[in-house]
């Protein structure tokens, strides 16, 4: 005597797990990949052994070896830096300040002044890792 029916099932692949798994895949590699700042400017950064990621929240300032500022990526001149600054409404203290290692030593301090008069206590140095 026979109780059940046997039906015969057809063999397939659940599709639904191996998406999932494919979307958590490609969610953690654009987490977990390197977001490339500063690409587009010109700037020779002096080498350091030290050196560490510069975070992305911070404003930042940069010097080409023409001595062209940059706020942000953004062209300014002197003048307008210090206004610039007092408007930026940072919610941090510090700034990064990435200046061409051809730049002179007395275009640095001024700057440093400008920056500090307005609000920042403390400036990071971009630099860069010696090229092996």
């Known amino acids: 005597m026979q109780l059940f ?3 015969k099932r057809k063999p397939g692949i659940n ?3 191996l998406i999932d798994i494919l979307f958590i895949l490609i969610i953690f590699f ?10 587009g400017i010109g700037i020779v950064l002096p ?16 010097v080409t070896a023409e001595q ?15 206004s610039a600054l007092l408007n930026l409404n940072s919610p941090h203290s510090a700034m990064i300040l990435n200046i061409d290692k051809n730049i002179p030593h ?4 001024e700057l440093m002044d400008i920056i500090k008069s307005n609000g920042f206590k403390k400036i990071v140095f971009g630099t ?5």
């Open 5 to 7: 029916e046997k039906t």
């Open 15 to 17: 599709l639904t797990p």
């Open 30 to 39: 654009v987490v977990s990949s390197k977001i490339i700042g500063n690409e």
């Open 47 to 62: 080498e350091s052994n030290l050196g560490k990621e510069q975070p992305l929240t911070l404003p930042i300032l940069a």
């Open 68 to 82: 062209e500022l940059l706020l942000n990526e953004i062209s300014i001149s002197k003048k307008e830096l210090a």
């Open 106 to 109: 007395g275009t640095v301090i």
């Open 128 to 132: 860069r890792l010696p090229s092996r």
